[in-house]
């Protein structure tokens, strides 16, 4: 069973960075696509980027520039750098797994809030 553990959400200023980190446990880390995704309330969720086995990445439109995905194999981790964050910005942020592109996202961490003071 796949467990996912997100971690390094927090208070900053708009402009501040921060990077959030998903470590993955339980299966075989590198043959998975691993996203990032966001849920403000009233809203619906979104991917913000996603990162390939072989680390071919997709940053949303609207983050490209300012957010940056990585995966380390050996420590089973997925970092999501944020830059120049926004006040719009804050809202908890997912981790989730997938097995391939034919795929749904089907593992999901718990969430980490990040919240982006003006």
């Known amino acids: 069973q796949v467990q996912l553990e997100e971690s390094g959400g927090g208070l900053v200023q708009a402009g501040d960075s921060l990077r959030l980190s998903c470590v993955f446990s339980g299966r075989t880390f590198a043959s998975y696509i691993m996203g990032w995704f966001r849920q403000a309330p009233g809203k619906e969720r979104e991917l913000v980027a996603a990162?390939?086995?072989?680390?071919?990445?997709y940053e949303a439109d609207s983050m490209k520039g300012r957010f940056a995905l990585s995966r380390d194999d050996a420590k089973r981790t997925v970092y999501l750098q944020m830059y120049m964050l926004k006040p719009e910005d804050t809202t908890i942020y997912y981790c989730a797994a997938k097995h391939n592109s034919n795929s749904e996202y089907g593992y999901w961490g718990q969430g980490t809030q990040v919240t982006v003071s003006s």
């Open positions: 990162i390939h086995s072989g680390g071919n990445t």
